[in-house]
């Protein structure tokens, strides 16, 4: 199930003992906090930032059981429907979006790594639906394309370094700057995969800025778990100013239970649950 979102969700390599701190089950349905040097090899994992390869494995299983409703992210490189929201397509691994212009430019990632790719003849009704909800030029094959093209990892390689450049690097970037660990820019990657980065009331920054008039990050002397609830209070104000997005559960009883829990640094195992559907990473 494919559940409402602004904005939805490199292969990546885990060595074999971050794969065995990955085991999944699913029921019902900044430079400040670089990894020491330490003996202790799990002492070592703990310090390490979301842009580590395990850590960034656990933050895409975490968005995808709020966007797909499943842990398999990399199932969703195909994903592709209209649900409504009055942002036309959405689909791949992050929610690309026909009218909020972040799938005209993955298309065009696509077509400057494969210039003779099948969605390349799309490029122009891609750019006049952009910002709208219209399907002119798109229907009736762009769908069966769009997961023709999924089967190619140049376009599994492309929405994976969309995805970076959009949403993942920006979120962890901001949250080392504010210096918060893993589980921190876990939450500024979840908001803006959801609202964007615009200049919107409800966008990632100005989500922060609201934050701000309430509590300080710890860059400017602030408490984390202080911070990061101000930052959840304000996200959870964004999501309820639209319908689409207005069930907070994906903080309420995911995002709120690892802070509450202290686990700053998102280290396994994790359990939470979204819509009602529980999840756990081992």
């Not at 090899?41 to 895409?60: G, Q, R, W, Y």
């Not at 660990?181 to 200049?199: E, K």
Request: glycine share 6%; aromatic share 10%.
């Amino acid at each position: 199930m494919k559940l409402p979102s602004r904005w939805h969700i490199s292969a990546l390599a885990v060595t074999s003992a971050a794969s065995l701190a990955l085991g999944v089950t699913t029921v019902n349905a900044s430079p400040a906090f670089d990894a020491p040097v330490a003996v202790d090899s799990a002492a070592a994992i703990a310090a390490v930032n979301l842009d580590d390869p395990a850590k960034k494995e656990i933050a895409m299983k975490i968005v995808s059981s709020a966007e797909n409703s499943s842990l398999d992210w990399r199932a969703q490189f195909k994903y592709i429907e209209d649900i409504g929201d009055g942002r036309g397509y959405t689909a791949g691994i992050i929610g690309f979006c026909s009218g909020t212009h972040d799938m005209l430019e993955l298309v065009q990632e696509y077509t400057k790594r494969k210039p003779d790719n099948i969605l390349a003849k799309y490029l122009p009704a891609l750019k006049k639906v952009d910002g709208s909800d219209s399907h002119a030029g798109l229907d009736p094959n762009y769908p069966k394309d769009w997961k023709t093209a999924a089967k190619d990892k140049v376009f599994q390689d492309s929405q994976e370094f969309e995805r970076d450049r959009v949403y993942f690097n920006p979120a962890v970037s901001q949250g080392k700057s504010d210096g918060v660990r893993a589980l921190g820019q876990f939450i500024y990657y979840d908001a803006i995969v959801m609202h964007g980065d615009g200049n919107d009331s409800t966008s990632f920054r100005n989500i922060r800025k609201r934050a701000l008039s309430k509590a300080k990050p710890p860059s400017q002397g602030g408490n984390e778990t202080t911070w990061l609830n101000a930052f959840l209070d304000a996200r959870v104000w964004a999501m309820k100013q639209e319908e689409a997005h207005s069930d907070t559960s994906r903080v309420d009883t995911a995002q709120r239970v690892f802070l509450k829990n202290g686990n700053f640094d998102l280290n396994t195992p994790l359990k939470w649950k979204v819509y009602g559907d529980s999840y756990t990473i081992n």
